[in-house]
């Protein structure tokens, strides 16, 4: 399975974005992770394969919301009230367990480029 994200791109601060993540076959539980230019890799979001269940990174409670369209193969992140800080490259990954969860990812996408400016 391979997976493809996009959406990323330039936007200021306080508007929002929607990256998305197709999958070229079935999947489970799906999530977003983000890594600033000189800073490690970090969780962001994690949905179940069903969708019922989520986590999220402290940082983008209220903020970011995560979905899935499991017809589609396709994984949403819908990114609201953006901050410079919220800069990365975004990438969406796949683990081999029904649940959401912050690890365990073994499925990784190329990653798209989210850009805030203040």
């Known amino acids: 399975v391979q997976l493809q994200a996009s959406g990323g791109g330039l936007v200021r601060a306080g508007e929002s974005l929607r990256l998305s993540c197709v999958a070229s076959?079935?999947?489970?539980?799906m999530g977003w992770f983000r890594q600033a230019p000189g800073k490690e890799r970090e969780f962001v979001a994690a949905i179940s394969w069903g969708g019922s269940s989520t986590k999220f990174a402290d940082f983008v409670k209220g903020r970011f919301d995560i979905s899935r369209d499991n017809a589609k193969n396709t994984v949403y992140l819908q990114m609201n009230s953006l901050k410079p800080e919220d800069t990365a490259v975004y990438y969406c990954?796949?683990?081999?367990?029904?649940?959401?969860?912050?690890?365990?990812?073994?499925?990784w996408g190329q990653g798209t480029q989210v850009t805030v400016s203040s």
């Open positions: 990954a796949g683990r081999n367990s029904y649940e959401a969860d912050s690890d365990n990812y073994y499925l």
């Open positions: 076959g079935r999947t489970y539980g």
